[in-house]
């Protein structure tokens, strides 16, 4: 069973930074998309960014420039690091992956598939 586990949210101020952590077990090898979505209450989840298995990886506009996205296969880890913290980055996050064969960017536009795996999200707040 796939589990995921956020860890490094938290409360900043505008221009901060924070890098988020998510445990990763469950699942081996084939073909996959690793990811972080956001959530605004209210909101629609949206992609942020994403990693496949083929380590190509898709930063949405947004987040461009200020958010990377990397994995620790060793250690069966993904991170999102977020620089230059916004208050409009506010939001739930979400570790999510997508056990099958799966392009980043498209997983990203649709917010995840009816097939993806969640964790069970952790609170970024950044204030002005």
């Known amino acids: 069973q796939v589990r995921l586990v956020e860890s490094g949210g938290g409360s900043v101020q505008a221009g901060g930074s924070l890098r988020l952590s998510c445990a990763a077990s469950?699942?081996?090898?084939?073909?996959?998309?690793v990811g972080w979505f956001r959530q605004v209450s209210g909101s629609l989840r949206e992609g942020v960014a994403a990693i496949g298995s083929d380590g190509s990886t898709t930063v949405e506009d947004a987040f461009q420039g200020r958010f990377t996205i990397s994995r620790d296969n060793a250690e069966g880890t993904l991170y999102l690091q977020m620089n230059n913290l916004k208050p409009e980055d506010t939001g739930m996050y979400f570790c999510a992956a997508e056990l099958d064969t799966c392009r980043p960017s498209r997983w990203l536009m649709w917010s995840g598939f009816s097939t993806t795996h969640w964790g069970q999200g952790i609170q970024v707040t950044v204030s002005s």
């Open positions: 469950g699942y081996t090898g084939g073909s996959y998309c």
